[in-house]
C-alpha cells in the first residue's frame, strides 16, 4: 500500500513569497491534515479536512495561511506571504478512520526555509 | 502554554538495555495517550497507546505506563536496539476536539 505523498521535499524561499505544498493521502482515507512542525518543537495541526470539508482549522494563520481539498483527495497548503517564522517542516497525515489515531499515517513532509 | 511535555531532549542507552522516554501533562482532561516514533527525513510513525481506564500497555519490547494522579506516562523499550534509535513523541487529543497535542519529542540513542 503507498503512503502519504508530498511534495516538494525541500523548499527554500525568500519571505515575502508565496510557497505551495501539495500532498496525496492513502487511498480511501477520508481524513486529512495538515501540520507544522519547527524546529525542536512538536507537530502543531494546522488544519483537519473531512473529504473536502474543513473539521478544525482553529490554528491556521489565515491571513497569510490556506488550504483546499476540492476533490476530496489531494490537498494543497499555500503561505503568502511568507514569513522567516514559517520555517518548518509541514507534514501531511490521512487517517481511514476519523478520531481514530492509529489509523493515522504521515507523510515524509515539506521542509521549508524562509530567508 | 505547553499541555503534553517530555522535559529531557535527550537519551543515550546501551545497545540490551532498557529506555525509559518519560512525558508529563498539564490537562486531567486528556484520556487518551500515543507515542510516536520519528526517523530522519520520515514522518512520524505511531507506536502505541493507552486509554486512561489502564495503567499499563504493552506491544511486544515497548510498555506504556500511565500514572494519571501524577500526571505522568512513561515508555518503556526492553531491550533497546540500535533500531530504536530514533525522536520519541508523547501526545493526546485535545478534550473535547480531535485535535492532538504533541510533546516537543526526544531523541533516543541506542549505541552497539
Known amino acids: 500500500e503507498a503512503g502519504v505523498a508530498q511534495s516538494p521535499r525541500y523548499k527554500i524561499i525568500e519571505k515575502r513569497q508565496s510557497v505551495a505544498f501539495w500532498c496525496n493521502p492513502i487511498?480511501?482515507?477520508?481524513?486529512l491534515y495538515w501540520y507544522q512542525q519547527i524546529l525542536g518543537q512538536g507537530p502543531k495541526l494546522l488544519i483537519q479536512?473531512?473529504?473536502?470539508?474543513?473539521?478544525?482549522d482553529s490554528q491556521l494563520p489565515k491571513d497569510r495561511f490556506s488550504a483546499e481539498r476540492l476533490k476530496g483527495v489531494d490537498s494543497t497548503l499555500k503561505i503568502q506571504p511568507a514569513k522567516l517564522e514559517d520555517s518548518a517542516v509541514y507534514l501531511c497525515?490521512?487517517?481511514?478512520?476519523?478520531?481514530?489515531?492509529?489509523?493515522?499515517?504521515f507523510g515524509p513532509g515539506t521542509r521549508l526555509l524562509v530567508l | 502554554d505547553q499541555q503534553v511535555k517530555q522535559n529531557s531532549p535527550s537519551l543515550s542507552v546501551q545497545e540490551g538495555r532498557i529506555s525509559i522516554l518519560n512525558c508529563d501533562y498539564t490537562?486531567?482532561?486528556?484520556?487518551?495517550f500515543l507515542w510516536y516514533k520519528k526517523y530522519p527525513a520520515e514522518g512520524p510513525t505511531f507506536l502505541i497507546s493507552?486509554?486512561?481506564?489502564?495503567d499499563k500497555n504493552e506491544d511486544g519490547r515497548f510498555t506504556v505506563f500511565l500514572n494519571k494522579s501524577a500526571k505522568h506516562l512513561s515508555l518503556h523499550i526492553v531491550p533497546s536496539q540500535p533500531g530504536d534509535s530514533a525522536v520519541y513523541f508523547c501526545?493526546?487529543?485535545?478534550?473535547?476536539?480531535?485535535?492532538?497535542?504533541f510533546g516537543k519529542g526526544m531523541k533516543l540513542t541506542v549505541n552497539p
Open positions: 497525515a490521512s487517517s481511514l478512520i476519523r478520531g481514530r489515531w492509529e489509523t493515522q499515517y
Open positions: 487511498s480511501g482515507h477520508a481524513t
Open positions: 479536512f473531512q473529504n473536502n470539508g474543513v473539521v478544525d
Open positions: 490537562n486531567s482532561m486528556f484520556d487518551y
Open positions: 493507552i486509554s486512561s481506564i489502564k
Open positions: 501526545a493526546a487529543p485535545q478534550g473535547g476536539s480531535e485535535k492532538l497535542v
